[in-house]
């Protein structure tokens, strides 16, 4: 296969991920990630295999009445089997308390081929704003760091 | 190469321009322009990848935070030249803190240099300037 059709795999697994939030639907969420995937949040323990990590999401969303997800296409570098990937986000969230939040950030992701598909081996949020939707929280911009592996 | 592959490399050409400007990261972002590239942001063109980039930082300089959105709208590919056409959103804040939103459309020249696809020209349409809640001029798409 070649690197492109790999690229674009990749990138529809990012619109994928997306779709799930966006239509709430746990196992079309679920499906984009490896089964001993790893999702860092900035806790500080990272939330580790595909079905704890379901778990914490469907709590997650079960907070907010709504979340649109956007996902950019993203850069998307392959290497054989295994992949890295950035994808900008930005996210319209209404809260439990019916606060509107705008929240913007990157994904720093690591990918993997399994039952030779491309899944979400790891993802790594860096948020870069979130606060009111008129940007009057503090932005906090772009901060460099390794992706964990 | 096909088409197709020349397409998405574009494509992909935009998002590392992007990912370059939301990471400050002048030698990636320069690393997307032609060395003759040209930047028609405005009355005067910028010639030259070097003076481009000096451009460029001087610019990212006022802007603590910069957020730069791309969303793909047309690529069409000639050989080792293409047309490309991109939709974007800036968020940017200013030294005193204030934010503001710049919504345009880059119509760009690309060639291939070196078995890579970079841009020869960009040339940036604003068509909406001001504050984030869009409260300000719209100023809309331009009819040539």
């Keep these: 296969m070649a690197v492109i059709d790999d690229q674009i795999e990749i990138q529809t697994l990012a619109q994928t991920y997306a779709h799930g939030v966006m239509t709430r639907d746990a196992d079309i969420w679920a499906s984009t990630w490896a089964s001993d995937g790893v999702w860092y949040l900035g806790t500080p323990d990272p939330i580790q295999g595909r079905d704890t990590i379901v778990q914490v999401w469907k709590g997650a969303m079960g907070g907010y009445p709504v979340v649109l997800h956007i996902v950019q296409p993203g850069v998307i570098d392959v290497d054989g089997d295994t992949a890295v990937a950035r994808f900008y986000i930005h996210e319209s969230i209404v809260t439990g308390d019916g606060d509107q939040i705008y929240n913007m950030g990157v994904y720093n992701d690591t990918l993997k081929k399994e039952d030779g598909a491309w899944k979400f081996a790891s993802r790594e949020f860096r948020s870069m704003y979130r606060g009111p939707a008129d940007l009057s929280g503090s932005l906090d911009g772009y901060h460099a760091y390794t992706v964990n592996s | ?144």
């Design chain 2, 1 to 144: 190469m096909s088409a197709t592959d020349d397409k998405f490399e574009i494509q992909t050409l935009t998002q590392r321009y992007a990912d370059a400007v939301m990471r400050h990261d002048a030698d990636d972002w320069g690393a997307c322009w032609s060395v003759n590239g040209k930047w028609n942001l405005g009355p005067q063109a910028i010639e030259g990848r070097e003076a481009i980039v000096t451009a460029w930082s001087g610019m990212m300089a006022g802007f603590p935070f910069a957020a730069f959105l791309v969303q793909p709208a047309m690529v069409e590919v000639d050989g080792d030249t293409a047309k490309s056409r991109t939709y974007v959103q800036e968020t940017l804040q200013q030294a005193d803190g204030t934010a503001f939103r710049v919504i345009g459309v880059y119509n760009d020249d690309c060639v291939r240099e070196d078995g890579k696809w970079v841009f020869a020209e960009r040339n940036y349409t604003v068509l909406y300037q001001g504050p984030v809640d869009l409260s300000g001029d719209v100023i809309g798409y331009p009819k040539d």
